[in-house]
Nanobody, 114 residues
């Protein structure tokens, strides 16, 4: 069973930056596409960034040009560099495979204040 552990969330002012990290347990990390997802209060979880096994990336329109996803297969880790944060980026951020596994980690809270 894969265990996903997200860290790096924080309270940050609008316009600021954060870097999220997610470590995945188990073997075979490098062969899977990975993604970052977020769930804002009262909304459904949505994908925001995806990285393929060979490092192709894709982003939702809402974060394109501001967020960067990357991975380090030697560390079983996927990152999300977030810049020019907006109030509407406030959410719990999760990582998971693409398509996602049934089980999710606890996520990490990102709160953007004005």
């Amino acid at each position: 069973q894969v265990h996903l552990a997200e860290t790096g969330g924080d309270l940050v002012q609008a316009g600021g930056s954060l870097r999220l990290s997610c470590v995945a347990s188990g073997s075979g990390f490098s062969i899977y596409a990975m993604g970052w997802y977020r769930q804002a209060p009262g909304k459904q979880r949505e994908p925001v960034a995806v990285i393929s096994s060979d490092d192709f990336t894709n982003y939702s329109d809402s974060v394109k040009g501001r967020f960067t996803i990357s991975r380090d297969n030697a560390k079983n880790t996927v990152y999300l560099q977030m810049t020019r944060l907006k109030l509407e980026d406030t959410a719990v951020y999760h990582c998971n495979r693409v398509p996602p596994l049934a089980s999710w980690g606890q996520g990490t809270q990102v709160t953007v204040s004005s």
